[in-house]
């Protein structure tokens, strides 16, 4: 007898999340950590961002004793912003319901995209410490605050509230959540939360950020929680700008008629003016005339289309060519912002910023914006590969980095050509830090969980150009630290083996003193001339460099980005360069660049010696000068 079939069931979009939060970023003890805190980051920042605020967020991640999963330690997350709050009647879908948003598939450059992220941490409290998200928040127009606990129901896909109450809150508005979850804390390397914090504030300049992290050590030598604070340097909120249309080069067939659907009882030809971009009247006709496109189905309804009617209209726009799709509605960092937050990341001796022109990579808007940082610290091994920082819409990525377009980006380009050690087809080595922002309203992550972008061979390209704008400027930088140091090395042998020289040879030949002094002045002349070959050089960097000042209007301090805006540049090869200059070249330099520069840009966080410059050392070095400039001096 045939077997009956087997019976269909339908379960519900909680139900398969729960079964598969490994694709969502809970498939480790750490990662659920990072997880967990960087999709309620998310959220505040853009929360606060959509409602003009600068935000200020804090967050708590503490270990509360041993976690109920093998090898897992119980944790604590809280983060806390001051952004509007959520209406205590969105509390349960905000996170207790999966694919409940208000930013899907706007089109806009946020960071949260999908409605799963802060439901998946619920969900992930709820597993592993049976408690769902303790939430308190506030809007503006609400007394009190409301204070609850919100779970997910796993069969409907619905968000309860347990213990809601109402109490005071010292905050005019904002939201509080916390999660109680197995987890493990990493403070340190690619993964760690330190990495995770440090690049947060980098692309966020205008995010004031505290955090306790058990980082110190208490009496009894057990971890202790420290509060950190980064202040924002810079006020300014940015401007998410307006959502563009999709383009319908960019769907599926799937997608198109999906689409269709939200625009209700409409003509197809006001559906594919209205609802995508680049269709104009003229696309109406090209349908018609090249694309084979009966007019009876642009003055249809859209609800009263058939498939093959969808399928059709979806072949002949598919075959018609369009305008790429606008680049209005990404966003960037901007050089002069990411060049202020760079001196978070630690002290740096010399960074560059490029932001390109806003692209179209595969019918996407897309904008990519590179920062190259030299570490102070030189005790990191040269040997070692330079640090990336990845984001994607702001948010840092973390794991999974050989699939991700920009790490492929970075390994293509010749970083020898730049100065830097680079094995083949592999990361630069040195202590840099090569951080690369790709922001779009649809990047195309390599997964759900949002941790790789995809490589496509048209975004590699347009990050290539970016690094290779970012390394020309590095290389730059470089081989004049080269010759500063060359120049440096030459006037210190100058002055240490001169006078010897003249006293041994008056010595060897028994020389009478007036023999011994011509001898003198006969060395000095030669090594005058070499010391004037020195000035010399130092004469041209000098009148390159105050060309260049009187260009940027005398300031010193603006000059004219990648993409021709002016920007006010704290740290950059040209400020260094008096920086490495003066060290490298004794008084006159020193006088000449006090003079200029007032000693130092404004607010440049690079402040230390070049690499290799020595004359900082407590011996004043004695410079043999020529008698016109001695002259000067003396007059000076
Ligand atoms: N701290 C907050 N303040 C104000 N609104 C919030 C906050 N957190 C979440 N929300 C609201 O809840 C919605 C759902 O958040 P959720 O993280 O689930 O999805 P998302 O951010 O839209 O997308 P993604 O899944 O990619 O993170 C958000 O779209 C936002 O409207
Ligand atoms: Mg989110």
Redesign the pocket.
């Known amino acids: 007898m045939a077997k009956a079939s087997a019976k269909i069931t339908t379960s519900s979009t909680a139900e398969y999340f729960s079964k598969n939060l490994q694709q969502v970023g809970f498939s480790s003890s750490v990662k659920a950590v990072l997880t967990t805190l960087k999709?309620?980051v998310?959220?505040?920042l853009?929360?606060?961002e959509?409602h003009d605020i600068l935000p200020e967020v804090e967050i708590w991640v503490e270990k509360l004793g041993s976690g109920s999963l093998k090898n897992s330690d119980k944790i604590r997350i809280r983060?806390l912003?001051n952004?509007?709050?959520?209406d205590p009647e969105?509390i349960p879908?905000?996170?207790g319901e999966?694919l409940?948003?208000?930013?899907?598939g706007r089109g806009r450059c946020?960071?949260?995209?999908?409605?799963?992220?802060?439901?998946?941490a619920t969900t992930w409290a709820q597993l592993t410490n049976a408690t769902g998200a303790r939430v308190v928040?506030k809007t503006k127009n609400m007394r009190k605050a409301v204070s609850c606990v919100v779970e997910v129901d796993i069969k409907n896909n619905r968000g309860n509230l347990k213990v809601k109450e109402t109490i005071d809150w010292d905050r005019p508005n904002?939201?509080s959540?916390e999660f109680v979850i197995d987890g493990r804390i990493q403070l340190n390397g690619e993964a760690g939360l330190l990495n995770y914090l440090s690049g947060t504030t980098l692309v966020n300049p205008h995010l004031t950020l505290h955090y306790n992290l058990p980082t110190a050590t208490n009496e009894e030598g057990a971890k202790a929680m420290e509060r950190t604070t980064v202040e924002r340097v810079s006020n300014v909120i940015p401007a998410i700008p307006d959502a563009t249309e999709p383009h319908p080069h960019t769907m599926k067939l799937g997608e198109f008629i999906a689409h269709s659907h939200l625009f209700g009882r409409v003509k197809v030809s006001a559906w594919l003016k209205k609802g995508f971009s680049r269709v104009h009247e003229g696309t109406l006709k090209e349908l018609v005339t090249i694309g084979g496109v009966k007019k009876g189905v642009l003055d249809k309804n859209v609800d009263a289309m058939n498939e093959t009617e969808f399928k059709d209209l979806f072949t002949a726009i598919q075959n018609i060519p369009l305008m790429a799709p606008s680049t209005k509605s990404v966003l960037s960092i901007g050089e002069e912002a990411l060049s202020k937050s760079i001196g978070r990341l630690g002290a740096v001796d010399f960074f560059s910023v490029v932001t390109r022109k806003p692209t179209i990579c595969d019918f996407k808007p897309v904008e990519v914006e590179v920062a190259i940082a030299r570490l102070e610290d030189k005790s990191i091994e040269s040997e070692s590969s330079v640090q990336v920082l990845r984001f994607a819409n702001r948010v840092p990525l973390q794991f999974d980095k050989a699939a991700c377009a920009i790490v492929q980006a970075i390994q293509t380009v010749n970083w020898r050509a730049y100065g830097l050690g680079q094995p083949k087809d592999a990361l630069p080595l040195g202590p840099y830090i090569v951080a690369v922002s790709v922001v779009s309203p649809f990047i195309k992550f390599k997964n759900a969980s949002?941790e790789t972008v995809d490589a496509s061979d048209e975004l590699v390209e347009e990050i290539r150009r970016a690094l290779i704008q970012a390394g020309q400027r590095l290389s730059k930088h470089i081989r004049r630290e080269h010759k500063a140091n060359e120049l440096e090395e030459k006037i210190r042998h100058i002055e240490q083996f001169g006078p010897i020289l003249v006293e041994g040879l008056a010595r060897i030949t028994q020389a009478p003193d007036s023999r011994k002094k011509k001898a003198e002045e006969g060395l000095l002349k030669l090594l005058g001339r070499e010391a004037r070959d020195a000035e010399a050089q130092l004469k041209d960097a000098e009148s390159v460099l105050s060309a260049h000042q009187a260009k940027t209007k005398g300031a010193g301090t603006v000059v004219e980005g990648s993409d021709g805006v002016p920007v006010t540049i704290e740290a950059d090869d040209d400020v260094i360069d008096v920086d490495t200059l003066v060290k490298g070249t004794g008084k006159e330099a020193a006088k000449k660049a006090s003079k200029s520069s007032g000693g130092s840009a404004k607010g440049a966080p690079a402040k230390a010696p070049a690499k290799g410059a020595k004359a900082s050392s407590g011996k004043k070095p004695k410079i043999i000068v020529s008698k016109k400039e001695k002259s000067k001096q003396a007059e000076a």
């Open positions: 999709e309620a998310d959220n505040a853009d929360a606060c959509e983060v912003d952004g509007p709050g959520i969105d879908k905000v996170f999966y409940a948003s208000s930013k899907f946020s960071r949260g995209q999908q409605g799963i992220g802060i439901s998946a928040s904002g939201t959540v949002k």
